[in-house]
């Protein structure tokens, strides 16, 4: 297992996987570890994987600074392990929570970044919460579902800030809820920095404004994938997401939910490899 130092003399991990050209993999959760990102359904097939283990998470140590699990300082982690593995730039694939990290990443160093493919990526950065509305309708898209009648209280009392995360209500997180999904939620107990998980969007983390005016300046090639089921983000809410990009491709996976490689692996690998190759197709 591959290691570096933070600035502040943190071991960070990754891990490597496949082969070919790397892929830097920034894990959501927030503040959970990479392990449950896999070969993303197969993108190994294509691309080295460097999938980092965030500070505080997974192989990677504990900071002397709690502060520094806030996303804005985790970008210099970032910038780190891309002149450690010794690229000049590089294509970086983000999910859910890491969204946001690659995305300051991208306003703070526009220069180091090739291609960027956002998948369910949430965007606090840009100033853009998922709100309990849109999870509420995303998940009513499920009521012929045979879990759907014992998770959906549960669901909107956790939205309504009166009930505990339960993992009655997981199903809505994925496209299908067969037994690798069960396999992969049952997994998460395991794998999240509750802690580091609270400090991650804290006060200070992120400057939308800001944010904005950099990346409509950014000049990489920008991926937006969302998934057709999820509700954090919905389809419309990635799509405005994609506004924010001056050369963004956005595309809904039919089906999927928050984990869109597990719901259709060969569609999610052939969406993003389509797009990491310069062949994507733009509104999808």
């Known amino acids: 297992m591959p290691t570096f130092h933070a600035s502040d003399g ?60 806030r996303c804005d300082h985790l970008v210099d982690d970032v910038e780190v392990l891309r002149a450690h593995i010794g690229l000049a730039h590089m294509d970086v694939l983000a999910h859910s929570a890491g969204g946001s990290l690659a995305m300051l990443y991208a306003a703070r160093y526009p220069q180091r970044v090739s291609r960027l493919a956002l998948v369910t990526a949430t965007p606090w950065a840009l100033g853009m919460p998922a709100t309990a509305e849109e999870r509420l309708a995303a998940a009513r898209l499920r009521a012929g579902e045979p879990w759907f009648e014992e998770a959906f209280p549960a669901f909107e009392a ?58 409509s300046r950014l000049a990489a090639s920008v991926l937006v994938l969302a998934g057709e089921l999820d509700g954090g983000p919905c389809p419309v809410l990635a799509r405005r997401a994609a506004s924010a990009f001056p050369n963004a491709e956005f595309a809904v996976q039919p089906g999927a939910g928050h984990f869109p490689w597990l719901d259709d692996p060969e569609w999610f690998v052939r969406r993003v490899v389509a ?6 197709r733009r509104g999808d």
């Open 10 to 69: 943190t071991e960070i991990a990754y891990h490597l996987r496949g082969e070919g050209e790397p892929l830097v993999v920034l894990p959501g959760g927030p503040m959970r570890a990479s392990a449950y990102l896999g070969g993303l359904g197969g993108l190994t097939a294509h691309r080295q994987l460097v999938l980092l283990d965030l500070r505080g998470t997974g192989d990677s140590a504990v900071p002397a600074d709690p502060a520094t699990y």
């Open 158 to 215: 956790w939205l309504a800030g009166s009930g505990d995360f339960d993992a009655v209500f997981a199903p809505f997180f994925y496209g299908r809820w067969d037994e690798a999904a069960k396999e992969h939620e049952a997994r998460g107990d395991d794998e999240f920095n509750d802690e580091a998980g609270d400090i991650y969007g804290s006060d200070g983390a992120y400057d939308p404004p800001t944010t904005r005016t950099e990346l």
């Open 275 to 280: 797009f990491l190759d310069g062949s994507g």
